[in-house]
């Protein structure tokens, strides 16, 4: 009778730490689902379910796989020590699958110790939509430039169906869309995506909404990416300007480049401490700017950005993160 307790209690305490290795796990995750809702034929739909390692100890996934071929996962960073981040990324597979289709993708982790999570996608393919290509890809567009792609629409179904609208939170594209053809049940759509030139340097990572007349199916998404590109570049993007003692003053020298020439209009920083020399009026595609620092009194650490105005485009900036360690003064030495 003890025997068959001590098992007992055994088992009960094998399920709760299995149970708890479950929640330690998940808890890494930021959200455990997500729904694609209602996407064309052959339209690119991807999700990261990011993760970060909360703990002491390295964690390292030793797999992830998906209960259905609609969906395909894959890990985009194995191990991870303390604080760092990965994600799995789910690609809805359009192409080769259609209707309403869902998934769970099992994340098995067998560092610090074995564990699995579990997530779920869904989502309607639909037939009577395609997008040709599947996504708007601007590449890498020149900041101050404008880019356009185009997206084909086609529709296989009610011969009076329309797009009504297409809506984008970003201010910073415009659409303008023509239809091509209407007969025999299916309709053409062409659809001018256009990159506005006043678009911030930085990766497009967004997505337009096609309306439809379609009160089942209403908004189909469509993914937008891309790179706009600044015509400057600063080195190095970080300034470290050492250990220092109060009162202390050290130079280093940022180098500022274009594929044109350019002149420095202006140079900002909020820092107490810094100073620059002037430029030049010259206009060069390659400028050296020297920067000084004077330490002051307080212990600790600088942070400061500095911004370089130009009279690029319109008013191209470029900027670089300062970065210093005021150190504790050294107590004066008794005289013997």
Not at 107 to 112: R, S, T, Y
Not at 326 to 336: G, H, L, M, S, Y
Request: glycine residues 8%; neutral net charge.
């Amino acid at each position: 009778m003890f025997r068959s307790f001590a098992a007992s209690c055994l088992l009960v305490w094998l399920c709760s730490a299995t149970v708890s290795a479950q929640q330690w796990a998940t808890k890494m995750f930021k959200t455990t689902s997500h729904d694609f809702g209602a996407v064309a034929r052959g339209a690119k739909a991807e999700f990261e379910f990011s993760f970060e390692n909360l703990y002491e100890e390295d964690v390292h996934v030793a797999s992830v796989r998906s209960s259905c071929g609609c969906t395909t996962p894959s890990i985009t960073k194995s191990t991870l020590k303390t604080f760092e981040k990965s994600s799995i990324l789910a690609k809805y597979n359009t192409r080769s699958f259609l209707g309403k289709k869902g998934a769970t993708l099992t994340v098995v982790f067998d560092k610090p110790f074995y564990a699995e999570v579990q997530l779920t996608v869904s989502g309607y393919i639909r037939s009577d939509v395609v997008f040709e290509p599947g996504e708007v890809n601007f590449g890498d567009v020149d900041q101050f430039t404008s880019s356009e792609q185009q997206i084909k629409v086609s529709y296989a179904g009610r011969s009076d169906w329309r797009i009504t609208d297409v809506r984008s939170a970003n201010p910073h594209f415009e659409v303008e869309l023509t239809e091509t053809g209407r007969s025999g049940g299916r309709v053409g759509y062409q659809m001018n995506v256009r990159l506005k030139s006043d678009a911030p340097a930085g990766y497009v990572e967004d997505q337009l909404t096609v309306v439809t007349d379609d009160n089942s199916l209403q908004l189909v998404p469509i993914e937008v990416h891309g790179r706009v590109t600044s015509p400057l570049t600063v080195s190095p993007a970080s300034l470290f300007l050492g250990v220092v003692a109060p009162g202390e003053t050290v130079t280093k020298q940022l180098v500022v480049r274009a594929k044109t020439p350019f002149k420095i209009t202006g140079i900002k920083c909020d820092g107490k401490g810094f100073e620059f020399k002037p430029a030049g009026d010259e206009p060069k595609a390659l400028h050296f700017v020297p920067v000084a620092f004077t330490a002051g009194s307080e212990p600790g650490k600088v942070e400061q950005k500095i911004e370089i105005e130009t009279d690029l485009g319109n008013g191209a900036r470029a900027t670089c993160l300062a970065t210093a360690t005021v150190r504790n003064a050294e107590p004066p030495k008794e005289t013997p």
